[in-house]
């Protein structure tokens, strides 16, 4: 499964410059982890952190110009950092598997003479194999939708020096003069009808450009969560549904799927979420004289059960974490704001260990990015695992893996939870 190994995101914001993990010319830089938390203050850009996931899945979705304006955004100059007229920019490093090569895809969004957004450049690098050393192959490289597309699976084309981004005018020279003979035929230039929309909404759809193929069906399989507990405890129609929605409304639905493709393992699963959840015995469905499903959670020490409507928040939000974690075909990248609202404070360190054994304890397990303010969650993160996000005297937001601090390595190691350290201070910048 695809794993992300690093990200960069420019002039979105309160990030106006903010890189977590590994980077194509950030070698000696660590991969994010398998399960990555990101902790810091309120109004440290936490929330804009995980919008801006949010927003790279809708400017696939939607285009750019509608991402710009949905979910209460307000439009490209409410979303682009104060005071800065460059792009809103993105760099994500990723995995297609464990052993491919890493590919870096590159988006900037500006605003054309009309003030309405458009996609400004698109670019996919991977090395070569073998090459361990220099620029990376360009395999797409759009600017304003016109451009170049490779079609093989290996090789594409080279970068000029680097140093800034290719014009359209270098990038023909490039095609027809410095691509190797026996290439050429690879390359294909094209021009987007639509310059807001991304051209791997139209090339991923091809099956002649399978690694952007593939990066697209990665970016369309991310799950952000929006759960509410009040969409959970809505009567939907019986019928089974493979995955759990972003904001939780089809419990059921899916409790209803595990139990019809899955009897043997969901049974067993029922009975690992009960014995975490404090309080309860057993979990299961039944089903209404109007065909509406109702999720029953039975009670220890209570002869009738009680329904979903009648349960705490957070006793719905950790079955539905945990729910979502035993999917048998999880999305490749779950991202969660703040999954301990609502939560007894003890559950906490148990939630994060769940989510980090679901993210290590498989072949095809998913890559999960957490944004918290609690300390009991941080105590069972290791320091690799987590980012501090502050607010800088400018007003933009920094952000620091704890692990780099060695007295921090050194007090874990002693036996010091993460999450006490950060609430005496220790994780703030000295």
């Not at 990555?36 to 696939?60: E, H, M, P, R």
């Not at 969004?109 to 620029?135: A, H, L, M, S």
Request: glycine share 8%; charged share 25%.
């Amino acid at each position: 499964m695809a794993k992300i190994e690093g990200f960069r995101i420019q002039n979105y914001r309160v990030l106006k410059d903010v890189t977590l993990g590994k980077l194509w010319n950030m070698q000696q830089a660590q991969p994010l982890t398998p399960l990555t938390a990101v902790i810091g203050k309120n109004g440290v850009g936490k929330s804009s952190l995980f919008d801006a996931f949010g927003f790279l899945a809708d400017c696939l979705k939607l285009g750019v110009e509608e991402a710009c304006d949905t979910k209460g955004r307000g439009g490209f100059d409410r979303i682009r950092s104060q005071g800065s007229d460059d792009p809103i920019e993105f760099q994500i490093y990723y995995k297609q598997d464990g052993n491919a090569r890493p590919i870096t895809y590159e988006l900037a969004i500006d605003t054309d003479k009309t003030g309405r957004p458009y996609v400004k450049q698109e670019r996919f690098r991977q090395r070569r194999k073998g090459q361990n050393r220099g620029w990376p192959f360009s395999f797409l490289m759009l600017i304003e939708g016109k451009g170049a597309v490779w079609k093989g699976e290996e090789l594409g084309l080279q970068s000029d020096e680097g140093k800034s981004p290719l014009n359209f005018i270098q990038l023909m020279e490039i095609i027809n003069a410095e691509s190797p003979k026996e290439e050429s035929h690879e390359t294909e230039v094209i021009e987007l009808q639509d310059k807001r929309k991304l051209g791997i909404a139209t090339l991923g759809a091809l099956k002649q450009h399978p690694r952007i193929s593939a990066f697209r069906q990665f970016i369309e399989g991310w799950y952000l969560s929006y759960f509410t507990p009040d969409a959970a405890r809505s009567l939907p129609l019986a019928g089974p549904q493979r995955h759990l929605s972003i904001h939780g409304d089809n419990l059921g639905n899916v409790v209803q799927f595990m139990q019809r493709e899955h009897p043997k393992r969901f049974a067993s699963i029922l009975n690992r979420i009960a014995e975490k959840i404090p309080g309860i015995d057993k979990i299961d469905t039944n089903q209404s004289q109007d065909k509406r499903l109702l999720l029953r959670f039975n009670d220890k020490g209570f002869n009738d059960p009680f329904y979903a409507q009648q349960m705490s928040d957070g006793t719905l939000k950790v079955f539905a974490y945990l729910l979502l974690l035993e999917d048998p075909t999880p999305p490749p990248f779950i991202c969660i704001e703040e999954p301990e609202n609502g939560l007894y404070h003890k559950l906490l360190e148990t939630l994060a260990t769940e989510f980090r054994t679901h993210a290590t304890g498989r072949k095809n397990a998913p890559q999960l990015f957490i944004t918290t303010h609690q300390p009991y969650f941080v105590d069972a993160l290791a320091p690799e695992e987590t980012w501090l996000l502050e607010k800088g005297s400018d007003g933009f937001s920094t952000i620091r893996r704890a692990s780099d601090d060695e007295t921090v390595n050194a007090m874990v190691e002693e036996g010091l939870p993460l999450g006490s350290l950060w609430y005496s201070d220790y994780l703030d910048a000295r």
